[in-house]
């Protein structure tokens, strides 16, 4: 291993004087920078020498190049990251962007961005650029500028800015000006120095409000104290070790990765880059110069690090290859971007759920496919004993559900915030959050006023009280309706010669609801005898027939342990009811009527679902 400190001025010449004296130099380490990285790339070409594991920042220099051999997943993908992580968690209304022209980094991500953006059916709420070809910018044109992106009230920001003074200004801007202060501010590992930087100084001297989690960055590996991984544990006893016996000066702290947070991911970093190359060489006995050197490292190569994977790295090739599953033309690494928040001391913390994939297939991340992504509500309703059982019981089945989703970017995602509310005011809260959040959808259990809030789509609503289906082009319906279940249930009576029949009904609609079921009789040759209509509150089981077959629609707390009491001592009696309150009251039923209870067979209803109970389903 040869080491060579330089300047600058000098590092190009050094480079290449080292690369033609010493011929047995298979590769070039460490190179930090894009700079440093464009400097020596017709030297690198010239040479038929490779970049190994160059720590760069845009994707200027990441495009197919032989010579370069990129380990840390790429900028395109920490910007999609950003993204999805913006609109699919943060749900921010008014996302702001930010970047400079004229520089290694900004322009193309920009385009990017907007392309993503829109493919997801949304746009930046303003945009902050100027040119900073030349390192600087009149004060006049950045202040007209600024003041127009900080009218856009941006909730979040998304700062692709190169680190430099200009990008260092916005940042000091955004946390102090009252417009924007309050904004997320998101950025890449590029600018992670950087913006904590400015945000510590700006706490420390300007009196701005230290808010935990306001700052999130993605990272390409691990933090150092992420112990959930196998290969971090390992890291965490390496460098210990080598910070305590190998003589270095740098640190006095043998566990300084695991006390700064921006050292010790940086440190990952490198550990991870020397575990690859350990791994390149390692591999291949018939390395025995740059040609052969280059040659394996390009042969479909793919590194596992106990667990975190790095590639598939392939060259030139040609389209039948291809097509047979080769990577051709692929140096781009790993496929994993983290997510990190700065709580209080300015540590750092996992994001939940930001870690994102990207599949191996998919080798540079700019041409990746934007998949669908559905936010939607649901509300803990917290005033009513079958309102909580019911919402408790949908959030559960939902969460299970949620739970076995992906991180994969390729996969399309569905996030359901829960709230908390009362019935009557679920419709404000609803309407609250679609101000300040995006919301494509609402599921679970709604009330009648929440289904007049347009603009957002309801799923299969679960409502607490018998209501007749309308159309409203808002409101999806995935399980049978009122009126579909009354239709069925009055085939089979009419298939069982039953040609008359009692209700009960409890509801606002009582009336309606009557109505239906007396036409749904009449359509299979049968009659409503009498119609019980119930206001909220008033008893039912006292309605009930002591023979019959009678409806009962509209059951509240309490009601079902009558019914069974009711059902059990008049042996001519049998109850049919609609599924959608079975559901709602199941825990009920399968008390009252669970363990061979008398009376347990003449309670009906239909349902769209399988039995629970058939395996073979």
């Avoid at 009149?138 to 003074?165: L, N, S």
């Avoid at 290859?321 to 781009?332: I, T, Y």
């Avoid at 609503?461 to 082009?473: D, G, M, S, T, V």
Wanted: net charge negative.
């Amino acid at each position: 291993l040869v080491e060579k400190e330089t300047t600058w001025d000098y590092y190009k010449a050094v480079v290449l004087v080292y690369i033609l004296q010493q011929k047995d130099i298979l590769t070039l380490l460490a190179q930090f920078g894009d700079a440093s990285v464009m400097e020596v790339r017709s030297i690198l070409d010239d040479n038929g020498l490779v970049s190994f594991a160059p720590f760069t920042g845009s994707s200027a220099v990441r495009g197919w190049d032989s010579n370069l051999y990129f380990v840390r997943a790429s900028p395109a993908a920490e910007l999609l990251t950003l993204l999805r992580y913006a609109v699919a968690q943060l749900r921010v209304l008014r996302l702001g962007f930010m970047y400079l022209q004229g520089v290694l980094l900004g322009e193309e991500e920009y385009e990017q961005a907007k392309r993503v953006m829109s493919a997801m059916g949304y746009e930046f709420c303003g945009v902050f650029t100027v040119n900073s070809s030349s390192g600087t910018v009149d004060p006049t044109e950045f202040e007209v500028v600024w003041k127009r992106f900080a009218a856009t009230r941006p909730q979040a920001v998304i700062v692709f800015g190169w680190p430099v003074a200009l990008t260092e200004r916005f940042i000091k801007k955004m946390l102090t000006d009252v417009r924007t202060a309050g904004a997320y501010l998101l950025a890449p590992l590029v600018l992670q120095p950087t913006v904590l930087r400015i945000w510590r100084a700006a706490v420390a001297d300007d009196g701005v409000k230290f808010v935990p989690g306001q700052v999130i960055t993605t990272g390409t590996n691990p933090l150092a104290k992420d112990e959930r991984y196998d290969a971090i544990r390992r890291f965490q006893t390496v460098m210990h070790d080598y910070l305590e016996n190998s003589g270095q000066s740098d640190y006095n702290d043998t566990y300084h990765f695991l006390n700064n947070d921006n050292d010790g991911e940086l440190m990952v970093s490198g550990w991870i880059a020397g575990e690859v190359l350990v791994q390149a060489v390692g591999s291949y006995r018939g390395v025995k110069n740059r040609t052969s050197f280059k040659a394996s490292i390009f042969n479909q190569r793919r590194y596992v690090i106990d667990d975190l994977v790095f590639g598939d790295y392939g060259g030139d090739c040609n389209d039948e290859a291809e097509a047979q599953g080769v990577v051709c033309r692929c140096n781009q690494g790993g496929g994993t971007v983290y997510m990190k928040r700065f709580v209080e001391g300015f540590r750092a913390e996992v994001v939940d759920k930001g870690l994102t994939t990207f599949s191996l297939s998919s080798c540079h991340g700019s041409q990746v496919q934007v998949p669908s992504v559905f936010l939607g509500v649901e509300f803990l309703m917290n005033d009513g004993a079958v309102a909580k059982v019911a919402s408790a019981e949908f959030h559960s089945g939902f969460a299970g559900k949620g739970a076995s989703q992906k991180t994969s970017w390729d996969e399309s995602q569905i996030h359901v915030l829960t709230f908390a509310s009362a019935l009557g005011s679920a419709r404000a809260a609803l309407q609250s959050e679609m101000q300040s959040r995006h919301v494509h959808g609402v599921a679970g259990v709604v009330t009648e006023a929440m289904l007049g809030v347009e603009g957002v789509a309801f799923i299969d609503p679960l409502q607490l009280e018998p209501r007749l289906n309308r159309f409203r082009r808002h409101v999806i319906h995935l399980s049978p309706t009122l009126e579909q279940q009354f239709f069925v249930l009055a085939e089979y009576l009419g298939d069982t010669g039953v040609r008359a029949a009692h209700a009960v009904i409890r509801g606002e609609e009582a009336a309606a609801v009557a109505e239906v079921l007396r036409r749904s009789l009449v359509t299979f040759g049968g009659s409503l005898r009498s119609a019980t209509l119930l206001a909220g509150g008033d008893a039912l089981a006292e309605h009930l027939p002591e023979a019959g077959d009678v409806f009962v629609a509209g059951l509240a707390a309490g009601d079902v342990t009558a019914v069974a009491r009711h059902v059990a001592s008049h042996d001519g009696v049998r109850v049919l009811v609609a599924f959608s309150e079975f559901a709602l009251l199941h825990a009920d039923f399968a008390a009252a009527f669970g363990g061979g209870a008398g009376g347990a067979g003449r309670v009906v209803f239909a349902t769209s679902l399988p039995h629970w109970d058939d395996a073979n389903s």
